[in-house]
Each structure stands twice: as C-alpha cells, then as structure tokens.
C-alpha cells in the first residue's frame, strides 16, 4: 500500500467533514436541534464519532460549520454582482445569482429553511447570527447606495426579505414555484428610481 500525499488525505478530511456537515442538517431537520446528539450526526454520516470530534468540538461547533455554507453561499452571489458593473447591474446580478444559487444546491438550502427558526438553533448561533444578517443587510445597503436609492437603508430590508423570502417559496416547491419570472420581476422592481 502507498503512502498517502498530503493532497489526499486534504480530500478525504474534506469529504468526512462534507458527510458530517450535510448529515448534521439533516438530523437537525428531523430531530430538531435540541434533539440532535453528536452520536445520531455520526450515525447519519456513515462515521465513528470519535471522527467527527477529530473535525468538530461538538454540536454547536457543527452548527457553526453548517451556517459558514450558507455564508459561503451568499458571499458567491455577491461576488457574482462583478464591481465593475453599473449599480444597477450589479443589483441585477446578485438577484439573479442568489436564486442560482439557491437552486444549485436545493437539498441544502431546503433543510436550511427548516433549522434556521428553531429558537435552540437562533441561541445557539447567538451573536454570530445576527452579525451575519446585518453584514448581509449592509453590503445590499451599499449596492442600493450606489445604485442612488433615496432610502438605502430601508430597501436593503426590503430587498433582503424579499430575496430570503422568495427563495424559500423556491425551496418549498421547486417544480410549481415561477422562480425566474418572479426573479426577473424583483429584478425590475430593484432598478426602478426609488420614489
């Protein structure tokens, strides 16, 4: 048998803490986070756990790891708005992006709908959630900023709903939900001068 290269056991630890992190929303899905144990994750994966506390402290530690996906997730449709496109565009494509998204990896975005209210899940997500959510708020500010938004502010939580919410509707029934007319209708809505 060959020795391993370091490249090579970096792909196996990424699928392991793959298997784990995706059975890890599954169990909180099913069982609620509160009712989740470490055993039923590791079960779930297919892993000892004595492995997936090689990758993880616990349960939180795996929380964390599941909510770092989704601001992966959104940082991508971001950085699909391009800074080099007028403000308007850049709106345009990070809506568009963000429902891309969501629909290239709807099994996850899916489970993610159904973890992210159970109040066990806000409490422990504590203040690292809500500075992901403003961050968010935020960077949408800034693009409305620039786009000449009379009321940034407020369009941001606007729009920032809007994309959450829609995306969610997506999530619930893909094959009935009109995603991409109703992306290119926000899309419009987004590039209208503010009143």
């Not at 940082?75 to 345009?92: H, K, N």
């Not at 999530?171 to 503010?194: C, N, T």
């Amino acid at each position: 048998m060959t020795p391993r290269s370091a490249a090579q056991f970096e792909a196996l630890r990424a699928d392991a803490q793959d298997r784990i992190e995706r059975a890890a929303l599954r169990v909180f899905a099913r069982a609620g986070y509160g009712g989740a144990t470490v055993r039923d994750i590791a079960r779930e994966a297919g892993v000892a756990q004595g492995l997936l506390y090689n990758y993880y402290r616990g349960k939180q530690d795996l929380l964390a790891a599941v909510f770092r996906r989704c601001m992966a997730d959104v940082q991508a449709s971001f950085a699909a708005a391009g800074p080099e496109a007028e403000p308007a565009e850049r709106l345009a494509r990070l809506v568009r992006a963000s429902f891309a998204i969501v629909r290239e990896h709807l099994p996850f975005w899916r489970l993610v709908y159904g973890v992210r209210q159970q109040p066990d899940v806000v409490a422990a997500l504590g203040p690292g959630l809500h500075a992901w959510t403003e961050g968010v708020r935020a960077t949408l500010e800034a693009h409305l900023r620039d786009a000449g938004r009379a009321d940034p502010a407020t369009d941001a939580r606007i729009l920032f709903a809007a994309i959450d919410g829609i995306a969610q509707h997506y999530a619930l029934d893909p094959d009935g939900y009109p995603i991409d007319a109703v992306a290119e209708r926000l899309v419009a809505l987004v590039g209208a001068p503010s009143a």
